[in-house]
């Protein structure tokens, strides 16, 4: 009986193959989800565990957890390394699995435009192993720079440049200004963290690229206003340990900073390409996989392939864009067309992206939200993201904790979560004497 | 003016360390704490970290927050590789630094009584990054075992064992039999966590050794009560990948466990060994400096060592045990007696430890507690014990965040921190093919 069911795929338990497994519940199929990860990231607050305002257990729910429930759902940790179109076969990196139908949700990496050695000095923001990269990174430099007596020095570990203003950068620029403003404010001896220099560089002429003009420029008005200094139409040529290599209309420069953080592109996972190959498809220039209307790869009508890795084109003919509602989504409709296809309809309408609007968090009491026609920042678009954030975490318990987080972030600038060891990768300059310490 | 004040130096922001710290507040000394941490870590919930129901910021505090507005309170990240007493100087791995009054807490490290191979096997816990280790070897043995086909290697992955039933072995065995229960039930296809074996391993006659009998027989039996197998009289002669090799009465037997966790024994931090050797004081066999009555090295009124790395006899004629009171009581102890050395008192009383208690958690519902002459357990014991350790987390914030998770998890028995990555240490078995997946 069981074994006569069609056996869906999911590949990746992020947004999307999260949104497909639940819409698949009761129906007549049998599910399983791989994932490399046990459990689902909410990839929006992760700028707020790599500032150490929450620690990754309030973004992460396990996988096996979300779908106990559904007695046709099973959770398999493993790592996908191909695809048999023609066996219908998912390859392991310790066995293969079989499927009727499916489902390619595996996400995006960080992309540095081929200067892979970039990532060393500047990691980027998309798992929650780069949260610990880039905290140790900021809560260490200020470490180092008060152990540092050249001026010089001190002031290249005060310095810290984020590369790519899209709703990330401007976060993450954010909160590192409020951590140097506020959260360690008198918890020095030699340095005063107020005096760090927080760099937000993109090439394109706006920050907030993706949004409309208009909130770009009240953007970059209250990051200027929070101490961040804004480099539009700048490009970034080089990033070595000693700082980033720009250059604009006046020319190159180079600009000592011991902290960069990487937001400036990401690229689809490496199996969108390894899938690509194997069934012909085409992708466009970072990797997406071009799907048809119905999210399936031309000619292989039993592959669907969505969110961030998918490049669909919504009705302004620009490919969507990834993020997270998008996903979901994708998810909900492709179960839908499983569903549809099971009780014999083959006709299905094509994939139609509602869009709610997307924001991004400046800083205290400063947010800017494209919600329709309606284009506005300050102190109304913040709570509006608040509520919208709480309201999507998708577990009961992190949405309370993390609520209670705010609230005492809120009036104490606290932040709990900035553990160091010094037996990890922090390295200290060599020291001064006695006279010194 | 400044530099004519002694200059304390602390090594170590433990309990010990923190209470002498806090009390110099407004004496005129000048006080370094050295820590190669740059957080305060509240040891007695390391287990809850360990087993994912709380996350290490939540048992944490960074060590500048605490000394923040102590202006004459310095804190240095940094790793102390000596002491040398005769020029009166701490050596760094980068540096050295001068001190009038020097007070040694750097703790205990685990022990495994000259078997340090069995270190990789079994871990112990005593510091943030072994709970790491411990959650991710707890966590992947249900996922190794979910994809295990044979039966035998499927018991093994599914059996934990840990090694000494103090307080941290029988609160450990406790929370792992939770996860077994009743947090995992129902996420698994193939297993059945309620299935597991989890075994509570010691050398000694009764459980809880340190405690009054009385409290040993209750504890066994309601650990017993809990599905978890305990042996006394049982030492442990080996332990390797596959599991353990204990010898009692009956003679020798091996366990097959892939998941042995280590909390029999522990000995003074390794600066312990270089401090007695440069001061010519006396070790015991664990390690522990043994101080005069007023906690310093004998022939150096100018050093103190307090906390888990003093050995100091009790009214009882035993060494004090390393627990958190005593090192808080200590560490107020040798504020108190610099403070009437810098008033020109050189007479001080002996230190003398007021006990008021040890408690050990079981379970749900379920602790023992030895108070002054009332050794109790049951309901009451875990209520008391709850409220005390509430009180004491230092931080505001993480009391509240504390009291929330403890409030949800003991209703929905979830826990959230159960984070796994397949590119990190876990190796899952090579597995079946399709058909069994």
Not at 31 to 38: G, H, P, Q, S
Not at 220 to 248: C, S, Y
Not at 341 to 362: E, P, Q
Request: hydrophobic content about 40%; aromatic content about 8%.
């Amino acid at each position: 009986m069981e074994n006569s069911q069609p056996h869906v795929v999911i590949i990746g338990g992020g947004f999307g193959g999260i949104s497909a497994a639940r819409a698949l519940y009761g129906a007549s199929v049998k599910v399983t989800l791989i994932d490399k990860r046990n459990f689902h990231l909410f990839q929006p607050l992760l700028y707020q565990v790599a500032t150490g305002l929450l620690c990754p257990s309030e973004i992460t729910t396990p996988l096996r957890h979300i779908l106990k429930d559904q007695q046709n759902t099973t959770v398999l940790l493993g790592e996908v390394a191909n695809i048999d179109p023609d066996r219908k076969m998912v390859i392991l990196n310790d066995g293969e699995i079989g499927y009727d139908i499916l489902i390619v949700a595996a996400g995006m990496v960080n992309h540095y435009y081929g200067h892979d050695e970039w990532e060393r000095h500047a990691p980027g923001l998309k798992t929650v192993e780069d949260t610990a990269r880039i905290r140790q990174r900021i809560f260490s430099a200020f470490e180092i720079a008060e152990r540092e007596s050249d001026p010089k020095k001190r002031k290249q570990w005060l310095t810290f440049v984020v590369v790519g203003s899209g709703a990330t950068g401007v976060e993450l620029s954010g909160m590192i200004a409020e951590i140097a403003m506020n959260t360690l404010k008198g918890e020095f001896r030699s340095i005063r963290p107020e005096e760090s220099q927080i760099l937000l560089i993109d090439a394109a002429q706006y920050i907030l690229p993706a949004y409309p003009k208009k909130l770009s420029q009240i953007t970059e008005e209250a990051l200027n206003a929070h101490g961040i200094r804004t480099f539009t139409g700048t490009k970034v040529v080089d990033i070595d340990e000693q700082g980033v290599t720009v250059e604009r209309t006046g020319g190159r420069e180079h600009i000592p900073a011991r902290t960069v953080i990487w937001s400036s592109g990401v690229m689809a996972s490496p199996l969108g390409k390894i899938l690509a190959q194997n069934t012909h498809a085409r992708t466009d220039k970072t990797g997406r996989i071009i799907v048809n209307q119905d999210l399936t790869i031309p000619g292989h009508p039993e592959i669907f392939v969505i969110g961030d890795m998918a490049h669909y084109e919504g009705v302004d003919g620009k490919p969507l864009p990834g993020l997270a509602p998008v996903a979901t989504q994708q998810g909900r409709y492709v179960a839908r067309v499983i569903k549809r296809r099971l009780s014999g309809s083959s006709r299905v309408k094509a994939f139609s992206y509602f869009d709610k609007g997307t924001m991004a968090v400046i800083g205290r009491h400063s947010a800017v939200a494209d919600i329709g026609q309606w284009h506005f920042g300050g102190r109304f678009a913040w709570f509006l993201w608040l509520f919208i954030h709480l309201i999507l975490l998708v577990k009961f318990e992190n949405r309370i904790i993390v609520l209670i987080r705010w609230a005492f972030q809120y009036f104490s600038y606290s932040r709990g979560a900035r553990n160091l060891n010094l037996r990890g990768t922090l390295q200290l300059p060599i020291s001064r004497d006695n006279k010194g310490l």
